[in-house]
């Protein structure tokens, strides 16, 4: 079992930046880590994800302007999130995945805000 805990998000204003933490209470080196969001009246989607082997991929969204990446020593992933819009405002989720079988852990959320 791995609790999962977002901070970093707030309010800031179109064109900045923020940085995403997700702290896990256990090893988290055999896990698929990822980011999802989720805006008022809208799915759930994916914006990133890494592997164990530490490869990413990400929503088209926000390829160029977000960064996943991931400390298994620390047991800490994080989202860095750059050149934000308003469109980048939802609550952030961070989604660990165990493969086999198939268990997924989620934090609380934390909430981005990007005003303009």
């Known amino acids: 079992q791995v609790q999962l805990v977002e901070s970093g998000g707030g309010l800031v204003q179109a064109g900045g930046s923020l940085r995403l933490s997700c702290a896990a209470s256990?090893?988290?080196?055999?896990?698929?880590m990822a980011w999802y969001r989720q805006a008022p009246g809208k799915q759930r989607e994916l914006v990133a994800s890494i592997s164990a082997g530490e490869n990413t991929s990400y929503e088209d969204s926000v390829k160029g302007r977000f960064t996943i990446s991931r400390d298994n020593v620390k047991r800490m992933v994080y989202l860095q999130m750059n050149s934000l819009s308003r469109e980048d405002t939802a609550v952030y989720y961070c989604?660990?995945?165990?493969?086999?079988?198939?268990?997924?852990?989620w934090g609380q959320g934390t909430q981005v805000t990007v005003s303009s």
């Open positions: 989604n660990a995945q165990w493969r086999i079988p198939q268990t997924d852990y």
């Open positions: 256990g090893s988290i080196v055999n896990f698929k």
